[in-house]
């Protein structure tokens, strides 16, 4: 099966720009997940989707961040305005409804210069 | 909120010989406890998990051990071979509602031929 899609693979802006991530998890999977990944950490929640409702944003920064999964399929997440500190790898998992095992994506390489 | 120790940060080991990487959790609800494998700018792959219905579980030459009374839980690599040099993340997180994984900070591991 096709794994988890996301794009762009890296990604370099200044500060104080925006920027957005696309996602495409795996076909059936009900479960979509945003983690950042700063350098030198393992992978931290931003935000996780069941179908296209939001079940868990509790350490998304909500005045910068946000997400959608308009469709309950692809997910798109957004900086605005992007800060020095938000350069990190922007990983997208899913899973199917009810399973624990989480798949990851590739990720998206952010540097904000 | 779940809080997950990972140790150690860096381990370093001849080949063929064993690794042991340790967790520790907080959360007493937790029940399910991943361990994924990064190799250098690629995405994390799952390797092993286990339930908290078990307490050990084997696959080849990777083994998972669980403590629930301890909250503690190890990932034993035997006979290792360079292709095991990566970083390797635990993570913990509740099998119903939300299902949010937290990783621990990663162990880098190198395998000296």
């Known amino acids: 099966e096709a794994g988890v899609a996301q794009s762009p693979r890296y990604k370099i802006i200044e500060k104080r720009q925006s920027v957005a991530f696309w996602c495409n998890p795996i076909s059936g999977h009900a479960t979509l997940y945003w983690y950042q990944q700063i350098l030198g950490q393992g992978p931290k929640l931003l935000i996780q989707?069941?179908?296209?409702?939001?079940?868990?944003d509790s350490q998304l920064p909500k005045d910068r961040f946000s997400a959608e999964r308009l469709k309950g399929v692809d997910s798109t997440l957004k900086i605005q305005p992007a800060k020095l500190e938000d350069s990190a790898v922007y990983l997208c998992?899913?899973?199917?409804?009810?399973?624990?095992?989480?798949?990851f994506g590739p990720g998206t390489r952010l540097t904000v210069l | 909120g779940e809080n997950v120790e990972q140790h150690p940060s860096t381990l370093s080991v001849q080949e063929g010989d064993s690794a042991v990487i340790k967790c520790t959790y907080s959360?007493?609800?937790?029940?399910?406890f991943p361990w994924y494998k990064q190799e250098l700018g690629k995405r994390p792959q799952l390797i092993i998990d286990?339930?908290?219905?078990?307490g050990e579980k084997k696959d080849q030459r990777i083994a998972v051990t669980l403590n629930k009374t301890a909250k503690h839980f190890s990932l034993h690599i035997t006979e290792t071979q360079p292709e095991d040099s990566a970083v390797y993340f635990c993570?913990?997180?509740?099998?119903?509602?939300?299902?949010?994984?937290?990783f621990g900070q990663g162990t880098r591991l190198t395998i000296n031929p």
């Open positions: 959360d007493s609800a937790s029940n399910y």
């Open positions: 998992a899913s899973s199917s409804s009810g399973a624990d095992t989480q798949y």
């Open positions: 286990i339930r908290s219905n078990v």
């Open positions: 989707f069941q179908n296209n409702g939001v079940v868990d």
């Open positions: 993570a913990a997180s509740r099998r119903q509602g939300a299902q949010k994984l937290v």
